[in-house]
């Protein structure tokens, strides 16, 4: 029989990606959303749906009592700048909420639980790429949530009562090329979704966040993963905990730094005119470099990113402009 996996935040960005890939698999799927940033046009038909919120802990119980085999956790605040200046907001949604789905799995004898993190968890990095290894010191309070969701789904392993999948995604971007996931983030604090509000005339233009970083071009530099294959990774997560039950955590990234300049070219190149942008001063706690030694994604979960080229990734988006 096909195993039923809820996916907690599959109407937004990554989670319905989430949501389709589990599909293509065949398990079968009730996205538990409230819509608050996720779309409802996110959600396909051949999955099941509850619109409810983490921290209304009768309805996601009620969620988890209908035969859940999993749960993949992604309903989760994201706004780094926002989780500093209101973070008690963070700690309602992120940590609370989160403490009530591992809480409603125990009670439904739900045992895997696939948790989407953060390279946030590590703060200023050490050294790049970063692997599994490196300190964990988070600069922003986000990314404190995160870890702190992690320590949480460790202990609660370490007593019996589940086993877990953290896994860190470092930037994540680009759409399914079947068009079928179409709803853009609303009011998006990320690079990709910025510059694409500017290039179709929803935003008049957009800034890069300083031009004088220790890195070739002067501009930040970033590992971006494209989102279907970050989803490959939640399918394969969680075949692996139903396997051997082994919690296990892992970064996922393609290894390849990109600049932000070298972004916004290559979306210049695949709109085919120029955009228009300004250069602005850092944004805080903004590090130069941050890529991923993903070897162990490799290893574990035999993980290799299918999408290799920026140009590739940016296409993805801009096909579901035109
Ligand atoms: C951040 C977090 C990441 C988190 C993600 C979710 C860190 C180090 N990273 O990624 O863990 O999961 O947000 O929201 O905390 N930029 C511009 N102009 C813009 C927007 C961004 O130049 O208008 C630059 C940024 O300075 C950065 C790059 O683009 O260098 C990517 O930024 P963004 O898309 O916001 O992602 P991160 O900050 O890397």
């Not at 937004?12 to 996205?31: A, D, N, P």
């Not at 870890?147 to 609660?156: D, G, K, L, S, V």
């Not at 079947?178 to 509000?197: A, V, Y």
Request: aromatic share 8%; glycine share 8%.
């Amino acid at each position: 029989m096909a195993k039923k996996i809820l996916v907690a935040g599959g109407a937004g960005y990554i989670g319905s990606h989430v949501q389709k890939q589990l599909l293509e698999e065949g398990f079968e799927v009730l996205v538990f959303d409230d819509l608050s940033s996720g779309d409802e046009v996110n959600i396909l038909p051949q999955a099941e749906f509850i619109r409810g919120n983490i921290l209304d802990k009768p309805v996601l119980e009620m969620a988890m009592s209908e035969g859940i085999d999993g749960v993949v956790h992604l309903a989760a605040k994201k706004a780094v700048g926002e989780s500093m200046v209101n973070p008690e907001l963070y700690a309602e949604n992120n940590l609370a909420g989160s403490i009530n789905i591992l809480n409603a799995m125990v009670k439904y004898g739900v045992k895997h639980i696939v948790f989407s993190s953060s390279a946030a968890v590590y703060g200023m990095p050490e050294y790049v790429p970063i692997d599994e290894k490196h300190p964990i010191a988070p600069i922003n309070y986000y990314g404190y949530t995160k870890r702190a969701i992690e320590e949480n789904m460790e202990w609660y392993a370490k007593l019996g009562k589940l086993d877990y999948a953290a896994l860190r995604y470092f930037n994540a971007v680009g759409y399914a090329a079947d068009k079928s996931i179409t709803g853009r983030e609303r009011n998006p604090q990320n690079l990709m979704p910025i510059i694409m509000e500017a290039a179709t005339g929803k935003r008049e233009k957009f800034a890069i966040f300083g031009n004088d970083y220790d890195t070739p071009d002067g501009t930040c530099v970033r590992d971006y993963v494209h989102v279907s294959d970050l989803a490959k990774a939640h399918t394969a997560a969680m075949k692996k905990l139903m396997a051997d039950g082994k919690s296990f955590t892992v970064n996922l990234g393609t290894g390849k730094g990109t600049s932000v300049k070298e972004i916004v070219e290559a979306c210049e190149k695949v709109i085919g005119r120029k955009l228009n942008y300004d250069y602005a001063a850092r944004r805080a706690g903004d590090p130069a470099k941050l890529t991923a030694n993903a070897d162990k994604a490799k290893e574990l979960l035999g993980w290799k990113p299918q999408y290799t080229d920026v140009e590739d990734i940016i296409r993805t988006v801009w096909n579901l402009e035109i």
